[in-house]
């Protein structure tokens, strides 16, 4: 491909390099392979179950680790506005020949239950001289909407979702960044009596952001009795993937190449760069009020546990295996870690010699460590977890999205989904930082159809964050409660009792 000065110029601006800009053609025109997956993840096959008599050894396990000198990290994909949670009511106001459907029916029915309803109310009565009630009353449910969504009003079509007001209590409302403010003083305070939160967020939002936690920040410390180091990131220019037309040519506009963002995926940039010993991921909408974070914190606490069990065990085989005279007995011992605790399988692993299985066993602990919760499926959306077979010939688990399965059976068979809702142990067994990068499986990608301006275009998304981002990483699966996950996808499932 030949590019013009122009567009070297523009590669400089952005931060990626010709090459970068190459291989991404290169997989338009020749696509991402199909995965090949052995089995679908479930209890007893990939997917841990915990008894009650381990619980409590593993939360006691993240209780000890917590009183040493360790840096723990909450990290929150937080980006991109909350236009989709209002798209059926963008519908109905901006189509004024639409008809009350059930949700608009819904949302009118439940709105005093918003814990932005007063908020609303003052807007309306600001712009219209009436309260909701009235307006409803008067059949103006199109002016309620509109004050709700645009700018004259509360601008929640256009703020993030982590801005907006989700749950009521005596004396507040809390935003989804504010839950999880009080989630990681609840599972994630350190011996230093800190709070590390780290949210990714969108370049337009970050003064809103900034702004909201700054006006919270003092209230939270004091009454949880810490000390907050609340940090934001974007995502970052150079993680944009180019777009192509029909040919796989490159998209212009006015003569430019369009670039669009690469997905969560681009997120494990910003993740290598927390400076942490474990990092907990999970969704910004993912939260529940007070009076249902008992599971949750539980869970998370559980999971931490795992993690640092799992991690003290690997560096301490790590360890052995730098020893040339180890035993061919602990040898075996490893090997079962790896297989039973790990599941990491090699078909042929009775072919390798000694120095061949002390190499591989090394490199397949030699890497970061995720615990995922996984909920039992009931529908939601979210990836599965899957043993899958990786470019050596190995075979581990693996969450995968349904753009990466070819045999679409193989989802509905799946007995769990992935809730986002990670663990993450980001430190080698000598104290320093993994490169994450470095564990990413680029054949994970997938091109999705997309439109500017009326023009049909081509998209590249990045291996996802928790998919093929986290490929080559060590994967241990738990299953947690489905009351672990109360996601809001839409602005009536704020109207569940779990969100009330």
């Not at 986002?420 to 067994?429: I, K, P, S």
Request: charged share 25%; with cysteine; aromatic share 10%.
């Amino acid at each position: 491909m030949n590019f013009t000065q122009q567009d070297k110029e523009q590669f400089v601006q952005k931060g990626i390099d010709v090459a970068q800009v190459e291989a991404q053609l290169e997989s338009f025109a020749k696509g991402f392979p199909a995965l090949q997956i052995r089995s679908v993840a479930s209890v007893g096959n990939g997917i841990m179950q915990i008894d009650e008599t381990n619980k409590n050894y593993f939360l006691n396990e993240w209780k000890n680790y917590l009183k040493g000198d360790n840096t723990i990290v909450k990290f929150v994909p937080a980006s991109g506005a909350a236009s989709r949670m209002f798209k059926d009511l963008f519908e109905y106001a901006e189509n004024p020949d639409s008809t009350e459907n059930d949700f608009i029916r819904k949302f009118f029915a439940g709105i005093n239950h918003f814990a932005f309803y007063d908020d609303l109310n003052e807007v309306c009565q600001k712009y219209e001289g009436k309260n909701v009630n009235e307006l409803m009353i008067a059949g103006e449910m199109r002016t309620i909407i509109h004050h709700l969504l645009k700018i004259d009003g509360l601008n929640y079509g256009f703020l993030p979702k982590g801005l907006l007001k989700f749950h009521s209590y005596p004396g507040e409302q809390r935003t989804p960044a504010l839950e999880h403010l009080v989630e990681g003083a609840l599972y994630a305070n350190t011996r230093q009596n800190t709070v590390n939160i780290h949210f990714t967020i969108s370049a337009e939002h970050r003064a809103l952001f900034q702004q909201h936690i700054a006006e919270h920040l003092a209230a939270y410390e004091d009454k949880f009795g810490i000390k907050y180091n609340v940090s934001f990131s974007e995502q970052k220019p150079s993680t944009d993937t180019i777009a192509v037309d029909a040919n796989n040519e490159p998209f212009r506009e006015n003569g430019k190449i369009l670039f669009r963002p690469g997905g969560h995926g681009a997120l494990i940039e910003n993740l290598n760069e927390i400076n942490a010993d474990v990092i907990f991921i999970k969704n910004i909408d993912n939260v529940v009020p007070d009076r249902l974070k008992e599971p949750t914190i539980k869970y998370k606490q559980l999971i931490a546990g795992i993690l640092v069990n799992i991690q003290k065990q690997t560096f301490a085989y790590l360890r052995e295996l730098e020893n040339k005279e180890i035993t061919d007995a602990k040898l075996t011992i490893i090997r079962q870690f790896c297989e039973e605790r790990l599941n990491n399988h090699l078909d042929n692993i009775n072919e390798l010699d000694r120095d061949e299985l002390i190499a591989y066993l090394f490199r397949k602990l030699n890497r970061p460590i995720r615990i995922c919760g996984m909920v039992k499926n009931s529908g939601e959306p979210g990836g599965g977890p899957f043993m899958t077979v990786n470019p050596d010939g190995s075979v581990s688990p693996q969450i995968l999205e349904s753009s990466q399965i070819k045999d679409k059976s193989m989802m509905q068979q799946a007995t769990h989904f992935n809730p986002v809702d990670l663990v993450c142990g980001v430190r080698n067994y000598r104290g320093e930082k993994f490169q994450l990068p470095e564990y990413v499986d680029k054949n994970t990608g997938f091109i999705s159809e997309k439109s500017k301006n009326g023009k049909a275009l081509k998209a590249l998304e990045l291996p996802g964050l928790w998919n093929g981002a986290m490929s080559d990483w060590n994967t241990i699966f738990v299953e947690v409660p489905a009351e672990t996950f109360n996601p809001v996808k839409t602005v009536n499932d704020l109207l569940r009792p779990e969100h009330q």
